[in-house]
């Protein structure tokens, strides 16, 4: 009986380690997830801001195009993603 506890703690010590090395393994692969972000203002000549402007953003590489409207501090936004722009 001794026996099997001892190799029943090798082994779920072995499937930790192995899980644990996939997972270390495919953290490089999280910077190419698509998720990216646009943000900014809209200023006039002058430099102030310009609330309810309207900013249409393009991804060229899938051909899609998003409208924004800047919020009252003349700010606007978007997360990017498999259903954003």
Same mark, same amino acid.
């Given at each position: 009986?001794? #026996? +099997?506890? /001892?190799?029943?703690?090798? =082994?779920? +010590?072995?499937? +930790?380690? #192995?899980? !644990?090395? !996939? !997972?270390?393994? =495919?953290?490089?692969?999280?910077?190419?997830?698509? !998720? *990216?972000?646009?943000?900014?203002? #809209? @200023?006039?000549? /002058? *430099?102030?801001?310009?609330p309810g402007a309207m900013v249409?953003? &393009?991804?060229t590489a899938r051909g899609v @195009?998003? &409208?924004? @409207? @800047?919020?009252?501090?003349?700010?606007?936004?978007?997360? =990017?993603g498999p259903r954003h722009v």
């Open positions: 009986m001794n #026996v +099997f506890r /001892s190799g029943y703690r090798i =082994s779920v +010590f072995r499937a +930790f380690a #192995v899980g !644990l090395g !996939l !997972l270390l393994c =495919s953290l490089p692969a999280l910077p190419q997830l698509n !998720l *990216g972000r646009v943000y900014g203002a #809209v @200023t006039d000549q /002058s *430099g102030g801001l310009v249409i953003v &393009t991804d @195009t998003r &409208t924004l @409207t @800047t919020d009252p501090a003349g700010e606007y936004g978007a997360q =990017s």
